[in-house]
């Protein structure tokens, strides 16, 4: 045997495992395997992204039935905090109470100062109803849980800031 033909020589463990079929991984098992490495690569990202838009996220807490709806109004100043809210709010949203449950998203709001009241309209007629001593009868909150006292609380009671990142807040219904 000379040079040459030893170095031509194939040993016989390399191709054994070449042409063996259960040690060669077919093209589809590569594939999946790839696709699933992309994916697990990426998965931390998706479960910790943000939602696109952010804004104010607004849970309210403590509602006593399902019947009706809740309003949720926000303010950017004190003019017509709090009773005037489907006139003076910068934004109102009014939804039906699923499961003695609502939530309100506002979105693409500017920085800025705000206060927020929600109101659990009951027989949806729109307002606070009040018996005659001017008590309300209806499920009523405010931002920061300001406490209405002989009164609505004031509009600085009820503020905060807001930054233009996300915010989650809740606020509880007192009836």
Same mark, same amino acid.
């Given at each position: 045997?000379?040079?040459?033909?030893?170095? /031509?020589?194939?040993?016989? #463990? $390399?191709?054994?495992?070449?042409?063996? =079929?259960?040690?060669?991984?077919?093209?589809?098992? *590569? +594939?999946?395997?790839?696709?699933?490495?992309?994916?697990?690569?990426?998965?931390?990202?998706?479960?910790?992204?943000?939602?696109?838009?952010?804004?104010?996220?607004?849970?309210?807490?403590?509602?006593? /039935?399902?019947?009706?709806? #809740? $309003?949720?109004?926000?303010?950017?100043? =004190?003019?017509?905090?709090?009773?005037?809210?489907? *006139? +003076?709010?910068?934004?109102?949203?009014?939804?039906?109470?699923?499961?003695?449950?609502?939530?309100?998203?506002?979105?693409?709001?500017?920085?800025?100062?705000?206060?927020?009241?929600?109101?659990?309209?009951?027989?949806?007629?729109?307002?606070?109803?009040?018996?005659?001593?001017?008590?309300?009868?209806?499920?009523?909150?405010?931002?920061?849980?300001?406490?209405?006292?002989?009164?609505?609380?004031?509009?600085?009671?009820?503020?905060?800031?807001?930054?233009?990142?996300?915010?989650?807040?809740?606020?509880?219904?007192?009836?």
């Amino acid at each position: 045997m000379n040079m040459n033909e030893s170095i /031509n020589q194939k040993s016989p #463990v $390399a191709a054994s495992t070449a042409n063996d =079929p259960e040690i060669r991984v077919p093209m589809e098992v *590569r +594939c999946v395997a790839w696709f699933a490495v992309l994916m697990f690569a990426h998965l931390p990202a998706l479960a910790f992204a943000q939602e696109s838009c952010p804004g104010m996220h607004v849970k309210i807490l403590n509602i006593r /039935n399902s019947t009706g709806s #809740v $309003a949720c109004a926000l303010f950017e100043s =004190p003019d017509g905090f709090p009773t005037e809210y489907l *006139r +003076c709010a910068t934004n109102v949203m009014v939804i039906k109470i699923r499961e003695k449950q609502a939530r309100f998203n506002y979105l693409h709001i500017p920085p800025g100062t705000y206060a927020i009241v929600a109101v659990h309209d009951e027989n949806v007629n729109g307002e606070l109803d009040t018996n005659w001593l001017g008590i309300p009868k209806e499920g009523y909150g405010f931002s920061n849980d300001a406490k209405a006292l002989l009164g609505a609380p004031s509009f600085s009671a009820a503020s905060f800031l807001y930054d233009g990142r996300n915010l989650n807040l809740t606020i509880s219904l007192n009836y």
